[in-house]
C-alpha cells in the first residue's frame, strides 16, 4: 500500500464501519489523484493491503461505480474512470441550483451566530493555507464550508444530495487549485457569501454562490488541455496496479 493510501487510511480510522471507511478513503483518494484515471483497481491488492476481507472492497467498488468513479469491467477488472467533461458541467449545474438556493435562504430567514462563527472561522483557516500552501487542508475546509453552510440552515438532505453527484466535479475542483484556481480567490468568493448572509441580502449571497459555482467553467478548458490523459478521448493509459 502506498503511502499516501496508509496515511489516508489512518486519518479515516473513525469513520463509521470499515465499509463506510473503505469507500470515504478510496473516494477521497480518486478525487485527489492519488488513484489516477485509467488505474486499475484489485480488489485481492487492496483488501491484503487494508487488512479487511474481500467483500468490504468489492461494496466500496459498487458503490464507487454508482458514483460514477470506478468501471467495472467483467472477466477484465476495475479501473479508475477518466473525467467527464459532461459529468461535470451536470454536476455543476446541480450543484449551483442547490447551493444558491440554501445561500438564499440563509440570507432571507437568517441563521444562527454560531454559524456564522462557524463559517468565519472555516475562512480563516482556508486563508492560512493560502500562506502555508496547503492545498490538501484547504480542499477539505472548503468541503466542511459548504457543509457547514447547508446544515446551518437545517437543508441535510440538499447537503447529502450535493455530496452524491459531485465526484467528478471534485476531481476537477482538486486539479484546479492552485493554479487554475487560487485559493486566496476562492476564500474571498467565501467570504462575500457569508457577508452578504450576515447583512440579510438575500439577491447578493444568491449572486455570490453562483460567481463561485461558475468558478470551474473558467478553469476545466485549461486543466483538459494541461491534463488530457485525465479526461475522457484521450489515448489509453497503461492501467497500472493500485500498489
Do not use: N
Amino acid at each position: 500500500m502506498t503511502t499516501p493510501l496508509q496515511a489516508m487510511w489512518q486519518e479515516a480510522q473513525d469513520d463509521g464501519s470499515v465499509r463506510e471507511r473503505l469507500y470515504r478513503v478510496l473516494r477521497q483518494a480518486i478525487i485527489r489523484m492519488v488513484l489516477a484515471p485509467g488505474q486499475a483497481l484489485s480488489e485481492k491488492e487492496l483488501a491484503d493491503a487494508f487488512s479487511v476481507s474481500r467483500q468490504p472492497v468489492r461494496e466500496a467498488f459498487i458503490r464507487l461505480s454508482e458514483a460514477g468513479l470506478v468501471e467495472v469491467r467483467p472477466q477484465r477488472g476495475t479501473y479508475v474512470v477518466r473525467i467527464s467533461q459532461q459529468a461535470v458541467l451536470e454536476a455543476r449545474f446541480v450543484r449551483e441550483a442547490i447551493e444558491v438556493a440554501v445561500a438564499r435562504e440563509a440570507a432571507t430567514l437568517g441563521v444562527a451566530e454560531r454559524t456564522l462563527d462557524e463559517l468565519r472561522e472555516l475562512i480563516e483557516r482556508q486563508r492560512r493555507c493560502s500562506v502555508s500552501s496547503d492545498y490538501d487542508r484547504f480542499f477539505q475546509l472548503d468541503e466542511a464550508f459548504h457543509r457547514a453552510l447547508s446544515l446551518g440552515v437545517g437543508h441535510t438532505a440538499a447537503w447529502r444530495v450535493t455530496e452524491e453527484v459531485k465526484a467528478q466535479l471534485d476531481r476537477v475542483r482538486y486539479l484546479s487549485i492552485p493554479d487554475s484556481t487560487p485559493i486566496a480567490k476562492l476564500t474571498d468568493q467565501h467570504s462575500m457569501i457569508v457577508e452578504a448572509i450576515g447583512r440579510r441580502d438575500p439577491e447578493a449571497a444568491g449572486q455570490a454562490m453562483s460567481v463561485h459555482q461558475r468558478e470551474i467553467l473558467h478553469s476545466l478548458p485549461e486543466l483538459m488541455r494541461r491534463f488530457p490523459e485525465m479526461f475522457d478521448g484521450a489515448p489509453s493509459a497503461v492501467a497500472v496496479g493500485s500498489r
